[in-house]
């Protein structure tokens, strides 16, 4: 039996670990081939075993000094809603100060028509000297419809504008912890808090057409594959998802893998959850539907996170859901379907309250449950999530980069320095060996797993070698950090037979490196050229660095 392809390099790292019950009990030093057919790895050796799979037809790509890995794949990303905001809007993420803000807005409003909407992304709400608020955007940019949604994508600051254009009031009631936060008038401030209240700014936004939204989407996943990325667990599946990746497949196929786990509303009810279940199944050629999202709780940030005891607003103390019962039996619901779960908690009090659930409902056959995010907690939960087999899914650059070492983040002053130094706990959590899967929340955090994984082991950004470390004693190794790209992405959804690992049988996801990033620094790591990326067998060269020969 001849390979379709055969990949040559210097070395094939297999990323094992002793928590691996189903590695190679010796993996050969030598390897440094593999071979593939029809999208599978056929095996994978030194060059002169796999050479003997080479056919008249093989296509050989040869990487010196390079290092093959298991596909990298981000297991917490939003690719559709990520890719528009970018596509068309202003990016916010170097704005450290309101008037770096306003300079930004202020030139995208030059190129825009009066009536048209100004959007942003990636707003650093620490940029305020207190609550948000959306009067500076009257002041600087006046009757100028302005959008901006935050750093953590759960709340907008809106131009007066924009409170008038929606008809804002303040009154607005809501079925989850959504609000139209007021001033001391009782007038809207602008600033406007998670999802169902955002939703009614979102209805006001022009409509991308469906080709537009696809050449946004198609250009990111380009580019987070350039990176290194093979796949991606996308957490949300609201319109336009499915018509863009369709749009995408019909003119070619998508750079790397998407698992699309739709969101279950808060406090919504059976209807909603069947509508949730009839999506299951749903799929295209590299993309398809499985799984659920809950969000239990808000963010600290703005204060709708779900901890025992408030912050120093006297907020973060409440569930997203307003009944928590019903939560309770969504998650039976999905259970009962086979379907399994991920539930966003934030605070202490909603990891305690998601791990409670999954005890009495118990697991599925399909994939663990999942718990997103976890970004403090006490050291009783920790063993939970082993005894429980929950994933830890956790995206440690939201506390590289939107908190600081020095706790004068707004983060860290609103829930204070004793939840604050439990926070992003990943080295506890691996000691007690459970798995802990890594992602970016992307376009929260970076895409580029090179960046995320070199913050995993610095616990500060890496470009900023003077920035103080954020709880420093939770760094990871590098061999850590990769495995939770790989074997523990693996794990979290259910694919541990078929991918994670550079095995015979496996689906041929891999990602290729210039150098092992194990025998890096992780500045080094964040530099390291992404030769190619290889999804279903497909090779993508992203440097002219290798060598093709039929």
Known sequence: ???????????????????????????????????????????VGDT?????????????????NATILPGLVDVHAHPVWGSISIGGGVDLSGAHTLDRVCELLAAAVATHPHDAWITGYDLDVNAFPGEPNGAVLGERLPGRAVSLMTRDAHALVVSPRVVELVGLTGHETFTDASSIEV??????TGYVVELQAMDLVFAHYPDVPVDTAAEYVGRELERLARGGLTGLHALDF?????????????????????RCSPLVAADSGPDAWQHVVGLQGLHGRRWHVEGVKFMLDGTADNGTAWFEHPDTHGENCEPLWRDVDAYRAAMRFFVEHGIPTATHAIGDRAVRFALDVIEEIGPVPRAPHRIEHVESIPDDLLGRFVELDVVASLQPAHGTRHTRGDGTDNWSRRIGPDRAAHGWRTRDLVDHRAVVALGSDWPIGPGDPRVGLADCQLRRPVEEPETRPVQPEQ????????????????????????????????????????????????????????????????????????????
């Open 183 to 188: 001033g001391p008038d009782g007038r809207p």
């Open 238 to 258: 609201a319109d336009p998802s499915e018509a863009v990746y369709r749009h995408l497949e019909e003119h070619g196929d998508l750079p790397v893998r998407i």
């Open 1 to 43: 039996m001849h390979a379709d392809v055969i990949v040559l390099a210097r070395h094939v790292e297999h990323l094992r670990t002793d928590a691996d019950p189903k590695a190679d009990a010796d993996p050969d030093p030598r390897a440094n081939a593999v071979a593939i057919r029809a999208g599978r790895i056929l095996a």
């Open 48 to 64: 002169g075993t796999v050479a003997a799979l080479r056919g008249p037809a093989t296509v050989v790509h040869e990487f010196p």
């Open 475 to 550: 760094a990871l190794t590098a061999r850590e950090a990769y495995t939770g790209m790989t074997l523990a992405a693996a794990h979290a959804s259910g694919a541990r037979d078929r991918l994670g690992r550079i095995a015979p049988g496996y689906l041929a996801d891999l990602t290729v490196l210039a150098a092992n990033p194990l025998d890096l620094t992780p500045e080094a790591q964040a530099d390291n050229p992404v030769l190619a990326t290889v999804v279903d067998g497909d090779v993508l060269l992203h440097t002219d660095l290798a060598e093709e020969r039929p």
